[in-house]
């Protein structure tokens, strides 16, 4: 058994080193017995997690957590190496090799590899329309559109329908197969029937904006029914966006929650 550490973030007990749940729970390892350990470690030593097994200890719940959290990575783990596997750590779109991440494909078929493709950043800001679409990059569609992935040929339909105003688009929807139930997954979100325009939420000057972002108020604000001091010159950090309205943003002034008009905000610099 290694030695609990409780002056250090980092457990130092060989089975948890570098474990990232007791980041979030506490500060050591958070298992001061010892007895602990050896119940978590023979529980990992195990395929699955019966209950009855999780009430050996009193501190169920807190291990329960601990051990699922575990799984949970240990599966998304897999998901990825499977995922990889299958790109060749390549865009699965524009065969990009820059900054490859999973893709949920929605809405969610079976919960595993086959709902999800790996896409580089610029695919994928394209693809949740975070940024406007630059069709120059989807000449890719018309080789990726043949992928034997039905995720890849699903994104790639919808992909080919935002961009159905420009003929080469439309000469490839005339050509893409998929069968029955992949085109029923492919409609099932409506995306197809956007155009290539992306409502985006941008700042007096254009700039956009995303949640998260720190913005300034470039003009005082009367705030109805508060007394709220919004000065011009009033900085706003981590702001929201509200999905559905791109003149709105939320953010906290003075503890309170408002929303604010994206026209009368400077984005700040980093
Ligand atoms: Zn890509």
Known sequence: MGKLSTNTLVCQHAFC?????????N??????????????TSLLSISYVS?????????????????????????SMKLEAL?????????ELC??????????VLPQQNGDAEDCIMLCNVCRTQVE??????????????????????????VAWRMLNRLRNESWAADNLDMIYLDDETLA?????????????????????????????????????????????AKMGTVVKNIRIVEDNTEQIEGKIEGQTIVILTRYVRKQGI
């Open 51 to 75: 209950e009855n097994a999780l009430k050996w200890t009193p501190r169920t719940e807190y291990i329960k957590r601990i051990i699922f959290a575990h799984l949970i990575k240990k599966e």
């Open 95 to 104: 065969k990009s090799g820059e900054d490859i991440q999973i893709y949920e």
């Open 129 to 154: 329309k975070k940024a406007e679409l630059n069709s120059g990059h989807w000449y890719c569609l018309s080789e990726s559109m043949w992928s034997e992935v039905p995720g890849v040929q699903v």
């Open 185 to 229: 997954w492919a409609k099932a979100t409506g995306d197809h029937e956007n155009d290539a325009t992306v409502e985006l939420h941008k700042d007096c000057n254009g700039q956009l904006l995303q949640s998260g972002d720190t913005v300034v108020l470039i003009k005082s604000l009367d705030v109805k029914g508060s007394t709220l001091n």
């Open 83 to 91: 995922l990889l596997a299958r790109c060749e750590n390549k865009c």
């Open 17 to 25: 080193r570098g474990f990232y749940a007791h980041k979030e729970i």
């Open 27 to 40: 500060s050591s390892c958070g298992i001061p017995a010892v007895a602990g350990h050896d119940v978590f």
